[in-house]
């Protein structure tokens, strides 16, 4: 199959492992294509949508037969921004995976597969991210094996909606101990969002790593 991976910031986390992803389909036997920008979209039979931002109309959709997208939360409930960071922040420990088929309204398509990411609770970020995207790959790679067995089904039951996490949502309160923080932060970017707090009249930022030992 001609089988194309949308990521449409070069620079996304995800990156490194969409490269893996393509390596394994190439393995199988599949033509792919890497690209990140929509107007790049060749035209095949599978397009996954991963790590995007940004909306992709209908007529760069209609260049494939299934344009397939992952969401880390049970549709149609989780809808919207950062779902992984928002349910872990709220302790979360088993966190569902939808794969569904992308159209014009977002994440309202008809899943495929669902799944689940089981976490200890000590992973932070980068962790979270990594465990998160071999799971996307894993439910890729088996849509691709079993395609012409899956049958699409509607997305059913009460949505709801993640809005879109902002710098105020890094903020820590100087009131709270670290344990009851900890999950807020497992979710922090060291690099990009650092957590931080203010006291006596400044502001603070704070990183966390885990220790090599």
């Given at each position: 199959?001609?089988?194309?991976?949308?990521?449409?910031?070069p620079?996304?986390?995800?990156?490194?492992?969409?490269?893996?992803?393509?390596d394994?389909?190439?393995?199988?036997?599949?033509?792919?294509?890497?690209?990140?920008?929509?107007?790049?979209l060749?035209?095949g039979d599978i397009c996954?949508?991963l790590?995007?931002?940004r909306?992709?109309?209908k007529?760069?959709?209609?260049?494939h037969?299934?344009?397939?997208?992952?969401?880390a939360?049970d549709?149609?409930?989780?809808?919207?921004?950062?779902?992984?960071q928002?349910?872990i922040?709220a302790?979360a420990d088993?966190?569902?995976?939808?794969?569904?088929?992308a159209v014009d309204?977002?994440?309202?398509g008809?899943y495929?597969?669902?799944?689940?990411?089981?976490?200890?609770g000590?992973e932070?970020?980068n962790?979270?991210?990594?465990?998160?995207?071999?799971?996307i790959?894993a439910?890729?790679?088996e849509?691709?094996?079993?395609?012409?067995?899956?049958?699409?089904i509607?997305?059913?039951?009460a949505e709801?909606?993640f809005?879109?996490?902002?710098?105020?949502?890094d903020?820590?309160?100087v009131?709270?101990?670290?344990a009851e923080?900890f999950?807020h932060?497992?979710i922090?970017?060291?690099?990009?969002?650092p957590?931080f707090?203010?006291?006596?009249g400044?502001?603070?930022?704070l990183?966390i790593y885990?220790a090599?030992?």
């Open positions: 199959m001609r089988i194309t991976l949308l990521t449409d910031n620079d996304s986390w995800y990156v490194p492992y969409g490269q893996v992803l393509c394994r389909l190439r393995q199988a036997g599949h033509e792919v294509t890497y690209v990140f920008r929509k107007e790049e060749p035209r996954f949508l790590s995007c931002s909306i992709v109309g007529p760069h959709l209609e260049r037969r299934h344009n397939i997208v992952v969401h939360s549709l149609p409930r989780g809808k919207g921004f950062a779902p992984l928002w349910q922040l302790g088993e966190i569902p995976v939808t794969l569904f088929e309204e977002v994440d309202a008809p495929y597969l669902k799944s689940v990411i089981r976490f200890d000590t932070l970020y962790e979270l991210r990594a465990k998160l995207a071999e799971k790959n439910m890729c790679l849509f691709v094996e079993r395609l012409d067995q899956l049958v699409p509607p997305q059913s039951g709801t909606f809005r879109r996490r902002t710098r105020d949502d903020e820590l309160s009131e709270k101990t670290i923080q999950n932060f497992r922090a970017d060291n690099e990009r969002h957590l707090f203010r006291f006596r400044r502001k603070y930022y990183k885990p090599e030992d």
